[in-house]
């Protein structure tokens, strides 16, 4: 046999060692930081300003995304009345541990000392129920729910739908933002807001106005000091926290505004991140659960990179 040859067998015998012993090596198992690591640009969206809300306060700085799509009522109602001031000064009277943060005017109640509104109203018909607009994808979780016949995704807020009717609701998760009322479903309208601050109130769904999310902050109002007084109100006016200011992203200069961006929901690498979330692989989990829930999913939120 020539040298030429030999050295030609050699080389593809070694060769495929390596190749056998190169398919021996397992690979990294895919988890949900892996699965954000390869995501590409086209996964992530930047809010629309016009629909992003500021709450200033002396803790920092709390980013509420709005969806006109829930209830374009209310999200056209809420802007009007930041626009007008109306938000600016009043407080955070009610921190109840493991439900909600409430701010709106104490004086209500009273005609003579409530705050005035301009331009807004004070009241609108509840807002509960919708159907997906024409082309927008709605992305289903593949678990089931024990309040809905089906739970998604629409561009990061958690909904449930029912196949059947087609009507879809907003889901009482954390940092989801919704307008207070009393017991008449026309008795809200955005004056009083208030933001879920712990595990899912679902009861509460279709029965409230859910309009938007919280994006950036929420670890500011969950640290709040719980109120003493019943349904966790603040007992004395010494104890609510004011806001400086509600403002309309849009409305502030560029510098001003957040920068972030928000994983697209109706996405293959979003199916993925949902199976790693499903069945953690990370080292510390020895049982992977198989299943996940609707509140169990935070979805991703990062600073764009340069």
């Known amino acids: 046999m020539r040298r030429q040859e030999c050295t030609l067998i050699a080389g593809l015998f070694l060769a495929l060692r390596f190749t056998a012993h190169a398919a021996e090596i397992p690979e990294p198992p895919t988890t949900a930081a892996s699965v954000l690591a390869q995501s590409t640009a086209s996964d992530w969206r930047r809010p629309d300003p016009e629909n992003l809300l500021c709450l200033d306060f002396d803790r920092g700085r709390v980013v509420m995304e ?18 007008e001031g109306y938000f600016n000064g009043i407080p955070i009277v009610r921190v109840q541990d493991n439900y909600v943060v409430q701010w709106g005017d104490p004086d209500a109640a009273d005609p003579a000392k409530a705050r005035p509104i301009s331009r807004a109203q004070r009241q609108l018909p509840a807002e509960l129920e919708f ?6 994808r709605f992305s289903p979780l593949p678990d089931g729910d024990l309040y809905a016949p089906e739970v998604g995704f629409l561009d990061g807020i958690p909904i449930a739908r029912d196949p059947g009717s087609g009507l879809c609701w907003p889901i009482h998760s954390y940092g989801m933002l919704g307008a207070g009322r009393d017991d008449a479903l026309d008795s809200g309208g955005g004056t009083e807001l208030y933001v879920v601050n712990g595990q899912a109130p679902r009861h509460l769904d ?13 670890e ?4 709040l000091p719980r109120g003493t007084a019943p349904m966790g109100f603040y007992a004395t006016p010494a104890e609510r926290i004011p806001i400086r200011s509600l403002r309309v992203a849009a409305d502030l200069p560029e510098p001003e505004r957040p920068r972030l961006e928000i994983l697209r929901t109706d996405t293959a690498t979003f199916r993925r991140w949902v199976e790693a979330r499903r069945n953690r692989r990370e080292p510390w989990f020895h049982r992977a659960a198989g299943k996940i829930d609707i509140s169990n999913l935070p979805i991703p939120i990062r600073t764009p990179p340069p």
Request: zero cysteines.
């Open 66 to 83: 709005l969806d006109p799509r829930l209830a374009p009522r209310h999200v056209a109602n809420v802007k009007a009345l930041v626009r």
């Open 131 to 136: 159907g997906l607009p024409e082309g927008v």
């Open 206 to 218: 279709r029965n409230v106005t859910l309009f938007g999310r919280v994006i950036q902050g929420m």
């Open 220 to 223: 500011l109002l969950s640290a």
